[in-house]
């Protein structure tokens, strides 16, 4: 019989596979179909499709450093922890659903990028938005994860800032 335990183990995980599975079919579809620095409209000029392949962080950071530091910053020290966030999400019982679902978008878009840069050497980045006053770099669906469940934590922490404290 599946506990209710087990349930929101395999609900968790599920979650964080989702993420990561979006993220690879579209970077792979992206990788098969899209020349390095084609530009596909989209929506007119403001949302389109270009192939880059990004050796650094965000936005390029870090894409400068030497080998082993680049490798300690970018693949070590982001495998580290990832591997803690997964084992904090299937041991910690009481967080609000929507920390806990922010946590796994976080989880699963850093595992998509990180996956790449281990595969591949770079992460596939293949959108940008210019909206005249707003402009994005070029980013993937890991990145949106990223920032989708970051923006699920921060609304998570305002409301329980705000609540008061019960004696």
């Given at each position: 019989m599946i506990t209710r335990e087990l349930l929101s183990r395999l609900l968790i995980l599920s979650l964080v596979l989702f993420n990561i599975g979006c993220d690879q079919?579209?970077?792979?579809?992206?990788?098969?179909?899209?020349?390095?620095?084609?530009?596909?409209?989209?929506?007119?000029?403001?949302?389109?499709?270009?192939?880059?392949?990004?050796?650094?962080?965000?936005?390029?950071?870090?894409?400068?450093l030497p080998g082993p530091v680049k490798f300690v910053l970018l693949?070590?020290?982001?495998?580290?922890?990832?591997?803690?966030?997964?084992?904090?999400?299937m041991t910690k019982t009481e967080m609000s659903k929507l920390f806990l679902t922010g946590i796994c978008f976080v989880i699963g878009g850093g595992i998509g990028n990180l996956?790449?840069?281990i595969l591949y050497g770079s992460v596939t980045d293949f959108l940008?938005?210019?909206?005249?006053?707003?402009?994005?770099?070029?980013?993937?669906?890991?990145?949106?994860s990223i920032?989708?469940?970051?923006?699920?934590?921060l609304i998570h922490?305002?409301?329980?800032?705000?609540?008061?404290?019960?004696a």
């Open positions: 079919v579209t970077k792979s579809i992206v990788r098969e179909n899209v020349g390095y620095n084609e530009n596909i409209k989209i929506i007119s000029d403001h949302f389109t499709l270009t192939k880059v392949e990004n050796s650094g962080a965000f936005l390029s950071s870090g894409d400068w693949s070590l020290l982001p495998l580290l922890v990832l591997g803690y966030g997964i084992y904090f999400v996956y790449d840069r940008h938005i210019d909206f005249v006053i707003f402009q994005t770099g070029i980013f993937n669906i890991a990145d949106v920032m989708i469940g970051m923006f699920m934590i922490l305002y409301f329980k800032k705000s609540e008061p404290e019960l």
